[in-house]
């Protein structure tokens, strides 16, 4: 073998092994310390300082924002996280750098408006984030129906709602059930019948599988609320008319004259309890559910959007 | 004179060539197709998005990097290697030796930004499967980068007529950066008085102003790009890149080469 091909060997060698015995002990020094991430510092949080930085490069830089807010609620929630600090800045930075990116708008209000597991439980965050953002961008219709979707949802301002859908419904273009949601925030109409709607009109205005998925969830979780509700009325019903509980969900249907066993949208009958409560048989199947849930059961966290 | 300028001009193109200069094409094509493939997957709705915004902005980068480091080299690396004599002993002008070499860095970049372009339209098709009408507006953020780019050549060129290739890339790096702040710059002076008024306000319009060419992020959002303002940024690199390439003539004009 000739000298030259020698050192090449012998350098290839140890190139190779250098390189993986320096990637085993980055991999050893990152088991040591699992959470020596950048999840939880912002070294630099004015968006205005951010924007002068990137030189006029900020459309790239809003982009690399929103996927790290995006990354950052992800991680959170994936760990039903209770607390999501850097979430409103890191949206806030976002649109300061870009305040035409609509989708950092629509979603970055679904992940900061609901409370914890589902999100940050932050809507006053979220709605001056939507303020920016028609602000920004008055022609768009969707972002008056998130920031009138957190009012109903998550604030329970009915008055607010109803202003908010009905200066959407001002906006050239805009959809018309904003000009319904309007009027049915100023009645105060039945609670299901509303959220229904809402939840029906993201469904089919969205081309989003991930929404339109959210979306269905949630009504599931509607009928299931309202389902629980009806038997429960029921249940109360039968003992105020003999003076006990009924014995089964059998006993129930019978003295109500229900057509049949009442099922979830799934298929499954509901169980009545010994103590007189009606639960779903598979509460995990039913995220957003707020009621027919066993004592004690914490849902799982999953994702919640308006829009 | 024409003729000399041109050979002066594709000879440049050559030696970038010969220097491996386009070679930051692979890492270009590296960058975005794994940012096409990767940003669908750990982000939400802006795949889009990000090949425009990284596209350009990668366009606009590399082509800076590579106007201020192949701009400062190509007097002084003529002078250091004494070829320069070489060619000035033949009936060869100085400017013309100047406006040549600017040239050639300028095509160099153009054919840079040509196969870059390909690369952003490539990964726009893979990320959407279609082209809209909006889409020929990266042309226009396209030909704005270009601009950019012959003024940074000329401003290289100037430094580099003068100066050590070290202290020419100083120079020529801290104007791009000034030159985005030219907007505060003149915000500055609307708000000063008396002498520091008319410092800043000479200043404002004597630094290049980058501002007006960045129309990456409007484009990005398919905002159109009125015809005045691409009249306005051509004839203004135009005359910027002279005045430029002038102050690079006269200061080479009288430079002792012995």
Same mark, same amino acid.
């Given at each position: 073998?000739?000298? *030259? %091909?020698?050192?090449?060997?012998?350098?290839?060698?140890?190139?190779?092994?250098?390189?993986?015995?320096?990637?085993?002990? #980055?991999?050893?020094?990152? *088991?040591?310390?699992?959470?020596? /991430?950048?999840?939880?510092?912002?070294? #630099?949080?004015? +968006?205005?300082?951010? !924007?002068?930085?990137?030189?006029?490069?900020?459309?790239? #830089?809003?982009?690399?924002?929103?996927?790290?807010?995006?990354?950052?609620?992800?991680?959170?929630?994936?760990?039903?996280?209770?607390?999501?600090?850097?979430?409103?800045?890191? #949206?806030?930075?976002?649109?300061?750098?870009?305040?035409?990116?609509?989708?950092?708008?629509?979603?970055?209000?679904?992940?900061?408006?609901?409370?914890? +597991?589902?999100?940050?439980?932050?809507?006053?965050?979220?709605?001056?984030?939507?303020?920016?953002?028609?602000?920004?961008?008055?022609?768009?219709? !969707?972002?008056? &129906?998130?920031?009138?979707?957190?009012?109903?949802?998550?604030?329970?301002?009915?008055? !607010?709602?109803?202003?908010?859908?009905?200066?959407?419904?001002?906006?050239?273009?805009?959809?018309?059930?904003?000009?319904?949601?309007?009027?049915?925030?100023?009645?105060?109409?039945?609670? &299901?019948? /509303?959220?229904?709607?809402?939840?029906?009109?993201?469904?089919?205005?969205? %081309?989003?599988?991930?929404?339109?998925?959210?979306?269905?969830?949630?009504?599931?979780?509607? *009928?299931?609320?309202?389902?629980? %509700?009806?038997?429960?009325?029921?249940?109360?019903?039968?003992?105020?008319?003999?003076?006990?509980?009924?014995?089964?969900?059998?006993?129930?249907?019978?003295?109500?004259?229900?057509?049949? /066993?009442?099922?979830?949208?799934?298929?499954? +009958?509901?169980?009545?309890?010994?103590?007189?409560?009606?639960?779903?048989?598979?509460?995990?199947?039913?995220?957003?559910?707020?009621?027919?849930?066993?004592?004690?059961?914490?849902?799982?966290?999953?994702?919640?959007?308006?829009? | 004179?024409?003729?000399?300028?041109?050979?002066?001009?594709?000879?440049?193109?050559?030696?970038? $060539?010969?220097?491996? @200069?386009?070679?930051?094409?692979?890492?270009?094509?590296?960058?975005?197709?794994?940012?096409?493939?990767?940003?669908?997957?750990?982000?939400?709705?802006?795949?889009?998005?990000?090949?425009?915004?990284?596209?350009?902005?990668?366009?606009?980068?590399?082509?800076?990097?590579?106007?201020?480091?192949?701009?400062?080299?190509? $007097?002084?690396?003529?002078?250091?290697?004494?070829?320069?004599?070489?060619?000035?002993?033949?009936?060869?002008?100085?400017?013309?030796?100047?406006?040549?070499?600017?040239?050639?860095?300028?095509?160099?970049?153009?054919?840079?930004?040509?196969?870059?372009?390909?690369?952003?339209?490539?990964?726009?098709? =893979?990320?959407?499967?279609?082209? $809209?009408?909006?889409?020929?507006?990266?042309? $226009?953020?396209? =030909?704005?980068?270009?601009?950019?780019?012959?003024?940074?050549?000329?401003?290289?060129?100037?430094?580099?007529?003068?100066?050590?290739?070290?202290?020419?890339? @100083?120079?020529?790096?801290?104007?791009?950066?000034?030159?985005?702040?030219?907007?505060?710059?003149?915000?500055?002076?609307?708000?000063?008085?008396?002498?520091?008024?008319?410092?800043?306000?000479?200043?404002?319009?004597?630094?290049?102003?980058?501002?007006?060419?960045?129309?990456?992020?409007?484009?990005?959002?398919?905002?159109? @790009?009125?015809?005045?303002?691409?009249?306005?940024?051509?004839?203004?690199?135009?005359?910027?890149?002279?005045?430029?390439?002038?102050?690079? @003539?006269?200061?080479?004009?009288?430079?002792?080469?012995?």
């Amino acid at each position: 073998m000739k000298p *030259r %091909q020698k050192v090449t060997m012998v350098a290839g060698a140890c190139l190779i092994l250098s390189l993986a015995a320096s990637a085993f002990v #980055l991999h050893r020094t990152d *088991r040591l310390r699992p959470q020596a /991430t950048l999840d939880e510092v912002l070294f #630099l949080s004015s +968006p205005t300082v951010i !924007k002068r930085a990137s030189l006029g490069y900020d459309g790239l #830089l809003a982009c690399i924002y929103w996927t790290r807010a995006v990354q950052y609620f992800g991680y959170r929630h994936h760990s039903f996280a209770a607390s999501y600090n850097l979430l409103a800045p890191l #949206l806030e930075i976002t649109t300061h750098l870009d305040p035409h990116l609509l989708v950092a708008y629509e979603f970055g209000t679904s992940f900061l408006a609901p409370q914890p +597991p589902h999100g940050a439980g932050q809507p006053e965050r979220a709605i001056e984030l939507m303020e920016y953002g028609i602000q920004n961008n008055p022609d768009n219709w !969707k972002l008056y &129906y998130d920031l009138g979707f957190v009012y109903y949802m998550e604030l329970r301002d009915y008055k !607010k709602a109803a202003e908010t859908f009905e200066r959407g419904s001002q906006v050239p273009n805009a959809h018309p059930f904003l000009k319904v949601m309007a009027a049915q925030m100023a009645q105060h109409a039945g609670e &299901y019948e /509303t959220a229904r709607m809402l939840w029906s009109a993201t469904y089919q205005t969205t %081309q989003d599988k991930q929404i339109r998925d959210n979306a269905v969830e949630h009504l599931r979780a509607l *009928r299931v609320d309202e389902d629980v %509700q009806h038997l429960q009325e029921a249940v109360t019903r039968f003992g105020e008319r003999t003076g006990r509980l009924p014995l089964s969900m059998a006993e129930l249907v019978a003295a109500e004259g229900l057509a049949g /066993t009442p099922v979830d949208p799934d298929g499954h +009958p509901y169980k009545l309890t010994p103590e007189g409560r009606v639960e779903l048989r598979v509460p995990d199947d039913f995220a957003f559910a707020t009621k027919g849930l066993p004592p004690g059961y914490k849902p799982r966290p999953k994702f919640h959007s308006p829009q | 004179m024409r003729t000399r300028i041109a050979h002066i001009a594709s000879n440049t193109f050559r030696e970038a $060539v010969r220097d491996r @200069v386009l070679y930051n094409l692979i890492a270009f094509a590296l960058l975005l197709s794994g940012a096409a493939i990767l940003v669908g997957q750990i982000s939400i709705e802006i795949e889009k998005l990000v090949v425009i915004n990284l596209g350009l902005t990668a366009v606009s980068l590399f082509g800076i990097v590579i106007a201020i480091f192949i701009g400062i080299g190509l $007097v002084s690396k003529e002078i250091e290697k004494r070829t320069l004599y070489t060619v000035l002993s033949r009936p060869v002008r100085r400017w013309e030796f100047i406006v040549g070499k600017f040239f050639g860095l300028a095509g160099t970049l153009v054919v840079n930004t040509f196969f870059m372009a390909i690369g952003v339209f490539a990964a726009l098709f =893979y990320v959407s499967h279609k082209f $809209v009408r909006a889409d020929a507006l990266i042309l $226009v953020a396209l =030909y704005f980068i270009v601009l950019e780019f012959v003024i940074i050549c000329s401003l290289a060129l100037l430094f580099s007529s003068f100066s050590s290739p070290l202290l020419s890339a @100083v120079f020529a790096f801290s104007l791009f950066v000034i030159g985005n702040f030219a907007e505060d710059l003149r915000n500055f002076a609307g708000m000063a008085h008396g002498f520091s008024r008319w410092l800043a306000t000479g200043a404002a319009y004597l630094v290049p102003n980058f501002s007006a060419f960045n129309v990456i992020t409007s484009i990005a959002h398919e905002q159109p @790009v009125a015809g005045q303002l691409i009249l306005q940024n051509t004839l203004y690199a135009l005359f910027y890149a002279t005045m430029a390439l002038s102050g690079a @003539v006269l200061i080479f004009e009288h430079r002792d080469l012995k």
